[in-house]
């Protein structure tokens, strides 16, 4: 098998979304296939793929992804050995398993930018704490395989994946307990924290894209998307040594032509937080909503944009976010990955709802990064978790239809989202404050500091049971118990 080649240039085609870049690409094809150029084109989803195919409509390819093959990974490493299909679409999550070598002589295109981080945090019971401690030992706060269990736990991630498909197994592991097996067995790092009073742990892996190798194993890479610069994406691609050039794929787009008007949900200088967003309307943290009438911040920020929203706008919201109260047909909640995805394009409005900050325990695994690499992510990850994304989200509306004339209106968490979207691809757009100022807003108690904190955080430290710390200090319950939760964190950092 070939070296790998060390191609660190990467070719960027950035336009606004649905200006035309996968369309560009497709056009340029045809050239390339007939001077003799293998392409590799990699989706973000496998929903997709028919679009794609549909549009490369008298073109030759073959497509290798869950859909045409049970298993992708060696079907997908034949035919770019083989190289007899000289034009494969696969997804994002097929290329990236792929041995780098194969990719000699393979121009890969990535459609939209690649998610090269992941920080989840799992807490497992003392149970299921046991089953991985039978197969990783711990020290000073990492997990790590145990080089006896690799069959072992190579054989539970097989029941757990032939289970997942539906095959006639049965799998003791959680699906939680197959990351953390399968980063233990991959050589991630994997922190565990400290126990709470009732046993539980928090266990949380560091899952960085191996994509570097792939793309520097390629003959020519280009990757097309809305914005490269301050994400993730370009963090780490510095961190690895790459540069950026412009791709020959680059659109021309005359920008959206319709008028747009941002309304950001909270007045200036405030930010949207899941902490601020769960606080209820008595200035408590909401442990559960039942489902009842709308009683936290989140509910009333979603009232006010309806109030002002025509009918049936967009609804982008986290998982957290539960608006069981919403009416049937009020909204169409849509999916949080939904870059590429025409299927909305009816719609003129939209209403942004999640939130994009770091949780305390990714804080922990940014801290870790920026030892490793010598450089901060914090700012990356808010651009990638809350600023591209809205901006994905915020473009599956009409805005994205080049002969839209009706007025396109976007109810956004803050001042944050509403200046990116004016800076990058909507110059022209209005921002009106008058929603922002209808909202009940309360403190995010992330960023500005409870009084009683300190005090707390040193009965902590003493050992302190949940409820001697109520009696001395007032302060609430399930307040304390998030409290604790980020001082154990802190403390493992």
């Known amino acids: 098998m070939p070296l790998i080649a060390r191609n660190k240039v990467i070719h960027t085609a950035l336009g606004a979304p649905g200006a035309g870049k996968t369309e560009s690409f ?27 195919v ?12 869950s859909t045409t093959c049970q298993h992708v990974s060696p079907v997908l490493a034949s035919a770019l050995r083989e190289k007899c299909d000289r034009f494969l679409i696969t997804t994002h999550e097929s290329l990236f398993q792929v041995d780098p070598r194969l990719l000699n002589g393979w121009v890969v295109v990535i ?10 945090y799992y807490w497992f019971d003392p149970i299921e704490l046991g089953s991985i401690h039978v197969v990783a030992y711990e020290s000073e706060g990492q997990l790590f395989l145990r080089e006896e269990q690799k069959v072992g736990v190579e054989l539970a991630l097989e029941t757990h994946r032939a289970a997942a498909v539906g095959a006639d197994r049965t799998s003791m592991l959680s699906k939680a307990g197959a990351i953390i097996f399968q980063s233990l067995l991959l050589g991630r790092t994997v922190f565990i924290d400290s126990a709470t009073d009732s046993g539980n742990r928090c266990i949380r892996p560091i899952l960085e894209l191996d994509c570097w190798s792939r793309l520097m194993a390629a003959e020519e890479v280009h990757v097309l998307g809305a914005n490269v610069k301050g994400g993730l994406f370009d963090s780490f691609a510095q961190a690895h040594g790459f540069t950026f050039t412009l791709s020959m794929f680059t659109p021309d787009f005359a920008g959206y032509q319709c008028p747009i008007t941002i309304y950001p ?12 967003a769960l606080t209820t309307l008595d200035g408590e943290r909401a442990q559960k909503h039942d489902g009842g009438e709308p009683r936290q911040i989140i509910d009333a920020l979603l009232n006010t944009a309806l109030s002002k929203a025509g009918n049936k706008p967009l609804l ?5 976010a539960d608006f069981r109260w919403l009416p049937k047909g009020q909204a169409t909640v849509c999916t949080m990955d939904s870059r590429g995805l025409n299927d909305y394009m009816i719609a003129t409005d939209a209403i942004l709802l999640f939130g994009g900050n770091p949780s305390p325990a990714e804080k922990c695994g940014l801290d870790y990064l920026a030892n490793k690499y010598g450089r901060i992510f914090t700012d990356s990850f808010v651009t990638t978790r809350l600023l591209e994304t809205s901006l994905q989200a915020a473009t599956r509306t009409a805005i994205r239809v080049s002969e839209n004339t009706q007025p396109i209106r976007l109810f956004v968490q803050d001042e944050r989202v509403a200046s990116y979207l004016v800076s990058t691809y909507m ?6 404050w008058s929603l922002s100022l209808e909202a009940p807003v309360l403190e995010d108690r992330r960023t500005t500091q409870d009084a009683r904190r300190p005090e707390v955080n040193e009965l902590f430290a003493q050992g302190k049971k949940n409820a001697e710390i109520v009696r001395l200090t007032g302060v609430h319950r399930n307040t304390l118990l998030s409290w604790r939760k ?8």
């Not at 949900?265 to 601020?276: D, E, T, V």
């Not at 110059?427 to 009106?432: E, F, R, S, T, V």
């Open 26 to 52: 497709i056009q340029h094809a045809p050239r390339l296939l007939s001077e003799g150029k293998c392409i590799l084109l990699a989706l973000p989803t496998i929903k997709l793929t028919d679009s794609i």
């Open 54 to 65: 549909q549009r490369c409509n008298g073109i030759a390819l073959r497509v290798v992804n």
């Open 111 to 120: 459609d939209e930018i690649p998610q090269v981080l992941s920080l989840p």
């Open 265 to 276: 949900l909270l007045p200036q200088g405030k930010k949207y937080s899941k902490s601020a």
């Open 316 to 320: 982008f919201k986290n998982n957290w």
């Open 427 to 432: 110059p022209h757009a209005l921002i009106d």
């Open 486 to 493: 980020e001082w154990r964190l802190a403390q493992a950092a």
